[in-house]
């Protein structure tokens, strides 16, 4: 079945560090790919996603490319801010019409960004 | 603000009884609602998918008469641990699929996680 593996964390950073989150799938067909985002509190927020290969996706600073070759979805942002600290998730989705919405996660990884 | 909204956020029960999550879509009605659980340092799962005014569709290994989901409105689903076991403390979310000129769009609710002592 499809799956996703998530780069371990927690990740902490300095602000203004570069940020790498590695993502990578393992799916039939073309899935669509998501990076959803939950801060402290909060539910999880659709951040950015990509539907096909090597389209790109951004939102906020953040970057995620498809890669079909490497089966890879990496998450990246040039400067973190102490407000990016939150939960990162990777998914997947395969499923259409009126499966829309079915979502296969990666763990999770924990940023926290200090000043 | 807030598009979906679960509750309680957080609960402690003991073994053996049952708990109640909600999962409110505030300002849209949602035909399809979907249950995920998390374990420590794994994977959101998906565990059923919630229809409303007919029964949910459960994944594979997940017990139907342990999680008890009922989606009786546009815009509520419950999902009811019974005879809630310590293995079974979790981290519960639901999401709300929208459908909208542009397309579907799914909104997800802030969590619950459950102890069972």
């Known amino acids: 079945g499809d799956s996703v593996t998530q780069m371990e964390g927690p990740v902490t950073l300095s602000e203004e560090a570069f940020l790498t989150i590695n993502c990578t799938y393992t799916?039939?067909?073309?899935?669509?790919l998501f990076w959803y985002v939950q801060y402290p509190g909060e539910g999880l927020q659709l951040l950015l996603k990509a539907t096909k290969a090597d389209d790109k996706g951004s939102n906020k600073g953040f970057e995620a490319t498809y890669r079909k070759e490497t089966t890879s979805f990496h998450l990246e942002k040039g400067s973190v801010q102490v407000s990016d600290s939150a939960v990162y998730f990777c998914a997947l989705s395969n499923a259409g019409g009126t499966s829309y919405g079915k979502l296969t996660f990666g763990q999770g990884t924990i940023l926290t960004v200090h000043p | 603000g807030a598009v979906v909204s679960q509750h309680p956020s957080w609960v402690i029960c003991k073994s053996g009884t049952s708990v109640k999550i909600e999962c409110r879509s505030l300002d849209f009605q949602a035909t399809t609602m979907f249950w995920y659980r998390q374990f420590p340092k794994q994977s959101l799962m998906l565990m059923a998918t919630?229809?409303?005014?007919?029964?949910?569709?459960?994944e594979q290994g997940v017990e139907k008469d342990k999680f008890l989901i009922n989606h009786a409105s546009l815009t509520l689903s419950t999902l009811t641990v019974t005879s809630a076991h310590p293995e079974g403390s979790s981290f519960y979310i639901c999401?709300?699929?929208?459908?909208?000129?542009?397309?579907?769009?799914?909104?997800f609710g802030e969590g619950s996680w459950l102890t069972v002592v």
């Open positions: 799916a039939t067909g073309y899935p669509s």
């Open positions: 919630s229809n409303e005014g007919s029964k949910a569709t459960y």
């Open positions: 999401s709300a699929r929208a459908m909208g000129r542009s397309g579907n769009t799914i909104y």
